[in-house]
């Protein structure tokens, strides 16, 4: 069980406010992060210790951790970098805003806040750092490109800090889920209208069929699993004495992580396509 104290960004749902309340059952004192003041009041109503942190702004992920190193007395035990959202569209539909946009959040916030953090794991001479990627940060999917650019980096750039920081006390993870029930969708259509242009596009016919599936109802693909499913990785990741490099969460990361390694470029991007939904799904 754990004791320590960990910092989680993107709580206001889904994986977020799953891990957010586990940990905090199994004795970790949480402070669970979110963007929008509203949402920061309801989790603190919900018995967590929350605070606004905004990813894309710097000051704002300054006065966060100066916050929380306020109450725990200078010490933070585990970082988990969860908060992200998916921007849909073609690549050549993606303007550079859309594309920075994207990166501010699932990138250049993460790397913000984690290099204000690995200096008080270093002084305390040890602590966990997760980031949640994806199985999209292993393979990619048609019309998610921003995405899964943005995944890409940050599996790169988690794989040189643990190289890095090997003999430090400080261990870096990934988490790597596939579909998991959220608001993952809900946020992915926002982001879509506000920055796609189907008309006029040669992908306008993909894009109404991929827009009925953000707006579709329960899970949108097999094999999704509850946001419990991450818990327990991330529980065995900031908890084990020997935490791997990589937890892979539902089965498609599993399945695509194997035949990444074994198909060749061709019958895998067939494959690919089909199950991205080619815009369809």
Same mark, same amino acid.
């Given at each position: ?32 992060? $979110? ?12 018995? &967590? @210790?929350? /605070? +606004?942190?905004? =990813? *894309? ?82 393979? $990619? ?12 980096? &940050? @599996?790169? /750039? +988690?794989?040189? =800090? *643990? ?99 074994? /198909? ?5 991007d067939a494959i690919l396509r ?8």
């Open positions: 069980m754990g004791n320590g104290s960990i910092l989680i960004t993107g709580c206001s749902s889904g994986i977020g406010l799953c891990c957010a309340r586990g940990l905090q059952a199994r004795g970790w004192r949480v402070f669970a992060t $979110a963007r929008q003041p509203a949402d920061v009041t309801r989790l603190q109503a919900d018995g &967590l @210790e929350s /605070l +606004a942190l905004d =990813l *894309r702004d710097s000051t704002s992920i300054q006065a966060a951790v100066a916050a929380v190193l306020e109450r725990t007395g200078g010490r933070l035990d585990a970082l988990f970098n969860n908060g992200a959202y998916g921007q849909p569209g073609a690549v050549e539909d993606l303007s550079r805003e859309a594309l920075r946009e994207q990166f501010e959040t699932n990138l250049f916030g993460t790397l913000d806040l984690t290099n204000r953090v690995i200096p008080v794991m270093r002084r305390q001479g040890g602590g966990r750092i997760l980031y949640n990627s994806s199985v999209l940060g292993l393979v $990619a999917f048609p019309y998610r490109g921003a995405y899964v650019a943005s995944k890409f980096a &940050l @599996e790169g /750039l +988690a794989d040189t =800090l *643990r190289l890095e920081l090997a003999g430090t006390g400080i261990h870096v993870g990934l988490i790597e889920p596939g579909p998991i029930l959220s608001r993952f969708r809900d946020n992915a259509h926002v982001a879509y209208r506000r920055h796609i242009r189907a008309e006029g596009s040669p992908h306008r016919e993909k894009y109404a069929a991929m827009e009925a599936r953000l707006l579709k109802e329960g899970p949108a693909a097999p094999f999704t699993l509850p946001p419990d499913a991450v818990l327990n990785r991330v529980i065995h990741a900031l908890e084990s004495p020997r935490p791997r490099a990589r937890y892979a969460v539902t089965v498609p990361t599993h399945l695509f992580a194997v035949l990444r390694r074994l /198909l060749p470029v061709r019958a895998l089909r199950a991205g939904g080619e815009g369809r799904r």
